[in-house]
């Protein structure tokens, strides 16, 4: 399973591609293969909305299940990926370039896991 090292990651399964203020978020290929096939993609926060990190913004719903998306940062939503809404398969065909929302942050990065600590934990997970 792919988890690139550029990213940070949460142990909620979502990604975040940090650059300067401005971070992506998105869900790893370890939420993916655990939820299936995706049906359907909310996401509730709006461009400007303040964000509160581990704070819900959305939601994802397979044909297994429906799950919360969390944010992995606080801070303001400068853009959302409105594509998603009528193609949320594009999750299940490339999970790092299906991006759900962007949020900008002045507050420093931290918490999050790095490759290496998402592989051990995704290993915990399956057990």
């Known amino acids: 399973m792919d988890f690139p090292a550029d990213l940070k990651y949460t142990k909620d399964h979502e990604w ?8 992506k978020v998105g869900i790893t290929a370890f939420a993916v293969e655990q939820l299936g ?4 993609v909310t996401i509730d926060a709006k461009v400007g909305d303040q964000l509160v ?11 297994k299940t ?3 998306l969390y944010a992995p940062i606080s801070g303001k939503v400068v853009e959302v990926n409105g594509a998603l809404d009528a193609s949320p398969e594009s999750v299940n065909a490339d999970p790092y370039a299906a ?3 962007v ?11 790095d490759q290496s600590a998402y592989q051990t934990h995704v290993k915990d997970s399956a057990h």
């Open 103 to 113: 949020i900008e942050t002045d507050t420093p990065i931290d918490g999050l896991m």
């Open 99 to 101: 991006w759900m929302i």
């Open 37 to 40: 096939d995706i049906t359907l």
């Open 53 to 63: 990190a581990g704070k819900t913004f959305g939601t994802i719903e397979s044909v």
């Open 16 to 23: 975040a591609k940090v650059d300067g203020k401005r971070v």
């Open 66 to 68: 429906l799950s919360d």
